[in-house]
């Protein structure tokens, strides 16, 4: 069984920064595609950042410059650094990982940007 488990959200004033944290543990190994989503009060969940066999990040564009997407050597976990944040950021943050066919979701984090 594959568990996701995210961390690393909560409230922070615009212009600061949040790394959010997401591991994948269980009978999980070799090449996967990880992804963090987001989904705001009253609009549709939206692809953030991904990261896949390649190792090469990909983003939003509404977040690059500002988010920075990392996995380590275990490629079991990865690490979704956002500075610059804005109030729009605010959402739950969702990790995602499709992996041998199957795609796993953990519980969603909330990130929350205000003065």
């Known amino acids: 069984q594959v568990q996701v488990v995210e961390s690393g959200g909560g409230l922070v004033q615009p212009g600061e920064s949040l790394t959010l944290s997401c591991a994948a543990s269980?009978?999980?190994?070799?090449?996967?595609?990880m992804a963090w989503y987001r989904q705001a009060p009253g609009k549709q969940r939206e692809l953030v950042a991904s990261?896949?066999?390649?190792?090469?990040?990909r983003y939003v564009a509404s977040v690059k410059g500002r988010f920075i997407l990392s996995r380590d050597k275990s490629q079991n976990k990865v690490y979704l650094q956002m500075s610059g944040l804005k109030p729009e950021d605010t959402a739950v943050y969702s990790c995602?990982?499709?992996?041998?066919?199957?795609?796993?979701w953990g519980q969603g984090t909330q990130v929350t940007v205000s003065s």
């Open positions: 995602n990982i499709d992996w041998d066919g199957r795609v796993y």
């Open positions: 269980g009978r999980i190994f070799g090449a996967k595609t």
């Open positions: 990261i896949g066999s390649d190792a090469r990040p």
